[in-house]
């Protein structure tokens, strides 16, 4: 699920240009420009965090911030102007997560968006996605059977149906090796009448999808016997 970041800030050109960069970094963006609907919709929950400028129409961005942490902890940034170091100590001492000084480099915006949000997440259980139960794992790579899901790294990996069988049966039977006879049967059924090599065929695609993307060498081939997955697999 995105992050949905609310941006309180009434110069438009600023507020329009750092939407656009958070819509393209993957963020959900909602964005207002005066500080009373700003605190309304802070208030009204359902963002990961908050841009807050601080010199706004309506309420001023510290008043915001102070009114907002009698209900809510949602991550705030506040966006100061230069060489406001009144501003800065009072959004910290208001319970402001960070600060940056306008104007400034979209680059470091996100970094320290990145940062409150990890910092924020993990102090909170309920924000990371719980791993499934039935997570199969050899190093860096896990299966998931209930959510049919391969990840590397995190990174997910996208397999056909037979090829997501193929790897599951391997990584059930970690350091077994098994027969071509035997994950044909796992797989394809021990009714199959087609092609016996198409268990190599399918190693292939697995290995072209895993191991040469990443660089390791996951499936083996134990010569005249058949594959298997080792834990010691890099
Ligand atoms: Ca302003």
Redesign the pocket.
Known sequence: MANRILII???EKIARFTELELIHEGYEVEKCADGRTGLEMAESGGFSLVLL????PGLNGLEVLRRLRKSSDVPVIMLTARDAVMDKVAGLDQGADDYITKPFAIEELLARIRLVLRRNSQGNDEVPRSEPDDLLRCGELTLSESHHEVRYAGKEIELTGREFDLLNILLLNKNIVLSRDSLLGKVWGYDYMGETNVVDVYIRYLRSKIDEVYGIRLIQTVRGVGYVIRDDNE
Not at 53 to 56: E, K, S, V, W
């Open positions: 800030e009434d110069e400028d601080i010199m706004l």
